[in-house]
Each structure stands twice: as structure tokens, then as C-alpha cells.
Nanobody, 121 residues
Framework: QVQLGESGGGSVQAGGTLRVSCAASGLSLSRYCMGWFRQAPGKERERVADISQGGTTTYPDSVKGRFTISKDNAENTLYLQMNNLKSDDTAMYYC???????????????WGQGTQVTVSS
């Protein structure tokens, strides 16, 4: 049974930093691509970072240069380092996993429950 458990969310002031984590069980990060998504109230879920099985990363322009996705295959844990946070980054952040990396994106099969990130200006 695949489980993805996010942690590390919280409240931070604009310009601050935060790192969220995702502990995976039931699958190996060395064999699955991973991604981080976010959803703010009243908005659609948005992809914020992807990482392939081999470690290739992609980001949308909205977070490029501020967010960094990484993983520790030995610990089976995914991370999202968020720097220079803005109020627009306020959202529920979800970890996701998939078996197929296509067109520089992870095709998602599994979702975590999410962790809330709130940025105050």
C-alpha cells in the first residue's frame, strides 16, 4: 500500500523560507518520479515542481529560482525547499508520485494528504 506523508508546513512571513518533506512508503523513490503540487482556496491545483527517477527537475516560471525539489532515495523522502516566499505561495501543498516521466513531468498515480503553507505579508 502506497502512502505519502507530508510534513513541515506552517506559517512564515513574506521573504522567509520553509522546507516541506514527504515520507514515502510502499514505493521506492529510485523507481518513481515525484512532484509537488499546491492548491489555494478557490483555485485549481497547480504543479510546482517535478523530479524524475534519475533526478532531473522542472519548475514553472512562478517558482523557478525560489523553490528547489530534491529527494533522498536512501531515506525514501522528498523535499521542497522554498525561499523568498510570497503571499501568493499560500496554499495546501501536496506530494505526488508516479511511475511514468513524460514530457518533463511526472504522471501522477498517488497523492499525499497535503500540508498547509501560509505566507503573511
Amino acid at each position: 500500500q502506497v502512502q505519502l506523508g507530508e510534513s513541515g508546513g506552517g506559517s512564515v512571513q513574506a521573504g522567509g523560507t520553509l522546507r516541506v518533506s514527504c515520507a514515502a512508503s510502499g514505493l521506492s523513490l529510485s523507481r518513481y518520479c515525484m512532484g509537488w503540487f499546491r492548491q489555494a482556496p478557490g483555485k485549481e491545483r497547480e504543479r510546482v515542481a517535478d523530479i524524475s527517477q534519475g533526478g532531473t527537475t522542472t519548475y514553472p516560471d512562478s517558482v523557478k529560482g525560489r523553490f528547489t525539489i530534491s529527494k533522498d532515495n536512501a531515506e525514501n523522502t522528498l523535499y521542497l525547499q522554498m525561499n523568498n516566499l510570497k503571499s501568493d505561495d499560500t496554499a495546501m501543498y501536496y506530494c505526488a508520485a508516479g511511475s511514468v516521466w513524460f514530457s518533463r513531468r511526472c504522471q501522477v498515480n498517488y497523492w499525499g494528504q497535503g500540508t498547509q503553507v501560509t505566507v503573511s505579508s
